[in-house]
């Protein structure tokens, strides 16, 4: 079930910090759009959010509480059912094409600099795109050591990583994972679709052309149509659907990207500091 009236009350207001590069800030978003709830979203932190929790995102502040830092838990509160310790699980597997994000560190970079925040002031904008390339920096180095330290291989056949929850679709009682209506495990598992496809991945090939998943393809169209307007969707670009794809930023806001890159560079071994700070705050 996924109506709103079986959760906690849902917020008048949410503060989010995040990007919608990051599959966990991406359902969050969906979700508070399928909610009507108003947003704001930042991708900078605080000073204060920086300095007790890093840089983990999602992170959000329903009318004006402390921070909340875990996306399944912000869904919930934002009035859904808990997504199950199953569900969560499949999404958790159809993450690992994650990994492969900063293959090309150039190409990472390049699409980190195309997605630029949404804040409608320019100079808040482009003082937000050259910090939060920081940040950019960050995931990448997380990524790839990660990938080091738990000895990643690439699956045989990325499909196969779908196929339970391309089942799940085919017997479900509604349009959706949840049912009738979109609920955390739709969220949760779109915001993973949206990340695939803001760097394309080897997955988001599989998602595309394997026979076996058309019960997946169709149900993307129906999330599109779904939260068409929202102004973060990636796959709409690599799906039949007619839902707009995400902006891509002016050449002006990548620059500042771009300038923020070569500014942690030129410091790095400031950069570097910082970006441990970051890593033990997470950890």
């Known amino acids: 079930m996924s109506d709103l009236q079986d959760g906690p009350q849902k917020p008048d207001f949410v503060r989010l910090y995040g990007f919608d590069h990051s599959p966990w800030v991406q359902a969050v978003l969906v979700a508070l759009h399928e909610a009507k709830i108003p947003y704001d979203l930042t991708t900078l932190p605080t000073p204060k959010l920086f300095f007790s929790s890093g840089i983990m995102m999602p992170a959000a502040k329903l009318n004006g509480s402390e921070w909340r ?7 919930h509160e934002l009035g859904y059912e808990a ?7 499949l999404v958790y597997d159809a993450w ?17 600099s195309r997605s630029s925040d949404e804040h409608p002031n320019f100079f808040v904008r482009f003082f937000r795109n050259f910090f939060r390339s920081f940040a950019a920096i960050y995931f990448c180095c997380l990524i790839r050591i990660g990938r080091i330290r738990v000895g990643y291989k690439p699956p045989e056949n990325f499909g196969d990583q779908f196929l339970e929850i391309n089942r799940i679709l085919a017997d479900s009682d509604g349009q959706f994972l949840d049912g009738e209506t979109p609920g955390s495990f739709d969220f949760l598992f779109f915001g993973i679709l949206q990340c695939h496809s803001s760097i394309p991945v ?8 394997d026979e ?18 929202y102004g973060h969707s990636y796959t709409a670009k690599y799906f039949d659907t007619s ?23 030129t410091v790095l071994p400031v950069t570097v500091l910082a970006i441990t700070f970051a890593y033990r705050k997470v950890r």
Not at 69 to 75: A, F, G, Q, R, V
Not at 202 to 209: E, G, I, T, V
Not at 245 to 265: C, D, H, N
């Open 212 to 229: 076996r998943l058309q019960n997946i393809r169709d149900w993307i169209s129906r999330m599109e149509d779904r939260v068409s307007g």
């Open 69 to 75: 830092l875990d996306s399944e838990k912000i869904i």
């Open 202 to 209: 080897p997955p988001l090939a599989s998602l595309q052309s």
């Open 243 to 265: 839902s707009p794809s995400r902006r891509t930023a002016k050449v002006i806001e990548q620059a500042a990207f771009w300038m923020g890159l070569s500014f942690y560079f």
């Open 83 to 89: 997504i199950t310790d199953e569900n969560l699980r």
């Open 96 to 112: 690992v094409g994650v990994l492969h994000r900063p293959d090309s560190i150039l190409g990472f970079f390049k699409a980190f």
